[in-house]
Structures are given as C-alpha cells and as structure tokens.
C-alpha cells in the first residue's frame, strides 16, 4: 500500500458525501427519505441558455481546446452583468476570470496567495471548504466569530484585537451560506477599511444574491474595494446551473494574473457550448428572477411552517436558498435533533454544526425540493 500525502491528514470527507451515502442506503432499504439538506437546485435552466448550448455544439471549433481566460463574449457577459446588476465597473480584458465553478476558485486563490503558515480569517458559521482548502495548501485556519446577536457579521473591534500579522486572506460570504443573513454597504465599507488597514486579502464569495433578496449587493462596489478584495460568484443557484460548473472571479489585474497562473496549470479551459449557454443566462431579462423567486418565495413558506412545527425560530428576512433555523431551547445538539428526524421520520435536514462550533442549536433546510415533499414533510409530525 503506497501511503497518501501528508496533507490529507489534515482534512476528512465532505459531511455530504458521508451523510449522503448514508442516506442513499437508506433510501436503498426502502425509506421514502425526503432529503432537505442539500442546496442543488432542482429547477432547470431556462430555454435561452438549454437552446444555447444546444446550438453551439455544432459550430466549428466547438469541441477543441479553449481559453484559460474564457471567450471574450462571456467576460463581456460577465462585465455587464455587474454593471447591470450590482453597478459595478470591470474590465472584461483582465479584471474577470471565468472558473469551472466557484469552488474551484477557493483553490486557486488559496494556491496563488497562500504560503505554508499563513493565516487565513474565516467565518465561524461559514462554507466548510474555506477550511479544507486552508489546509491543503498549508496555511492555518483562524476563525472569525459569526453571531445572530451580531446579524452574523463579524465584530471588526474584536478582530483588532488580535495578532493578524501572518494573516493573508479573509474569507467572507455575503449574502451569507448558511444563515441567510445580508451586509449592509455601510458595513462593507467598514470591512474593506479593516482590510486594507490590516494588508488582507478579502475574498467575497457571492453565489446567492439573487434568490429571495430584493437587493443585490456586491462588495466591489464600494470605492477603491479592488485594491484589497476579490469576488467570486456562480451561476449555480441563480441560473439552476450546478452541474455545468460555471463560476468567475473579479478583481484587479495583478490579482487574476495571479490566479490565471494557477489555473491555467490546473485545467485546460472551459467547454465552450458551456460557455456560450453561461453568456445566455447573464442576459436574463428581470422575469427569469421574477420568476425564480416565485418558486422558492411558496416553498420558504411551507418551510417555515415545517420549521414551526418543530418548534424552531428563524428570521423572515434572511435571504438564500436554505431557511436557517435554531432549535427550541432545551433541545439536544443539532447532529442529534436531525438523525432522530432522519430516523423517525425519514427527513434529512443539515445539522448547523457541520458550518462551524457557531452552527451548534441550528439547523439548515434547504429550499431545492418541491412543494409537494414539503408537504409531506409537514404531515410526518402531525
């Protein structure tokens, strides 16, 4: 047996692909499962961006090697987008960098930034691979504290405080995954200010602005944010796109040249049907959102009843695709509350503490399942 790397001592399996393969077993038994933890959206993509990628798979040239940077059309498309969408200018020349998926990004920004012991701010509830990919490449976690008393925005006073010299990167993720929560601009004007007082590399990671959030908000926004900060977006959840794998980043050009180095080492360029099916769904008219809100706005609510019946409070304006609710006081640890539901009732449901020691007393449903099941989750505890 040749040993693995060292590195993979320092992460475990993904919580979904164990918990999932758990599930899948039990559904193998015969459960009738209905699975509210996972965030894939099981909605399609509209006609324009299936018609596109239908189309291009017949042009000439369709199926040979393409860009690292992307086709020129779509970091237009990208650019206009944000122009369109969050008043944001970039140059679609070199501020913006097509990804196979915004998780992916979270790699190759580690790569290209992180040292063997720098420090990397995290969100302490917040995505789980920020910490993986931290220690892969090397670099050591150093959480943030996330609270609802704080709206789950990071207490920057406390975070002065503390020795950031070896701190490269902070990650940040608004609106925020799992909570739902939104950062107002006077806060992002805050945080750009902390980074760049503090010489940190603030990275936004942006997927989830347009489901149920009548304000859209990106951090590039704020004057001069570029100097300091990265985003990464996705057209995953807003698009029903997650399969495709298609994500970009923007900042300054020193920054995605920075990035194009280790990617173009990583991967050899983006489908180009894919792409062409990307630049159709940017150019969405304001129905498609119109539309798509609609759909999760109905299932939120049933979502809230079932969060009702289980005698948990959640905050009606969190924005996102997941309602995150805390459990009734006096309730047992969350990995306990949902394998019991799991069991019982054959409703899985994501513990919070898979986001972090924060997520203790909360759980996450997810809004990617019909109303119909939803339903019928409901009538499994009346």
């Not at 007393?361 to 109303?371: A, K, M, N, P, V």
Request: with cysteine; aromatic share 10%; proline share 5%.
């Amino acid at each position: 047996m040749i040993p693995t790397a060292d590195r993979l001592n320092t992460v475990q399996e993904y919580y979904f692909s164990k918990k999932l393969r758990e599930v899948r077993g039990l559904i193998a038994q015969g459960k009738p499962i209905i699975n509210m933890g996972i965030g894939s959206p099981d909605l399609a993509p509209s006609e324009n961006v299936l018609n596109a990628i239908q189309e291009a798979v017949l042009e000439n040239g369709a199926h040979q090697y393409q860009s690292y940077q992307g086709l020129p059309q779509l970091r237009e498309a990208i650019a206009d987008f944000y122009k369109n969408r969050f008043t944001v200018t970039t140059d679609p020349t070199s501020e913006i960098l097509p990804l196979m998926g915004s998780k992916e990004g979270i790699m190759h920004i580690s790569l290209a930034f992180l040292n063997v012991g720098d420090e990397v701010l995290i969100p302490n509830p917040g995505y789980p691979t920020y910490t993986s990919v931290t220690n892969l490449v090397g670099a050591v976690p150093t959480y943030y504290d996330l609270t609802e008393e704080n709206g789950w925005f990071p207490d920057l006073e406390i975070l002065e405080k503390q020795d950031l010299s070896k701190v490269k990167i902070m990650w940040l993720s608004y609106p925020h995954m799992p909570t739902g929560a939104t950062a107002t601009r006077e806060q992002f004007v805050k945080i750009v200010s902390f980074a760049k007082k503090q010489n940190i590399l603030l990275v936004n990671d942006n997927p989830y602005s347009f489901v149920l959030n009548a304000e859209p908000a990106s951090i590039l926004s704020i004057p001069n944010a570029k100097e300091v900060c990265l985003e990464l977006n996705s057209l995953s959840k807003t698009f029903n796109m997650a399969g495709w794998r298609v994500g970009f980043v923007l900042g300054r050009e020193e920054y995605i040249n920075a990035i194009i180095k280790v990617k173009s080492n990583m991967d050899s360029g983006m489908f180009y049907g894919i792409q062409k099916g990307a630049i159709a769904a940017l150019e969405s008219s304001d129905d498609w959102y119109v539309e798509l809100n609609k759909v999760y706005s109905a299932r939120r609510e049933l979502v809230f009843q079932l969060a009702d019946t289980l005698g948990c409070s959640y905050d009606r304006d969190a924005v996102g695709l997941f309602v995150w609710a805390k459990l009734p006081e006096g309730s047992v640890a969350s990995e306990e509350f949902i394998d019991d539901i799991l069991y019982k009732k054959d409703l899985f449901i994501t513990p919070g503490t898979i986001f972090g020691s924060n997520g203790e007393g909360y759980i996450r449903f997810s809004l990617c399942i019909t109303e119909d099941k939803i339903k019928e989750a409901i009538k499994r505890f009346e």
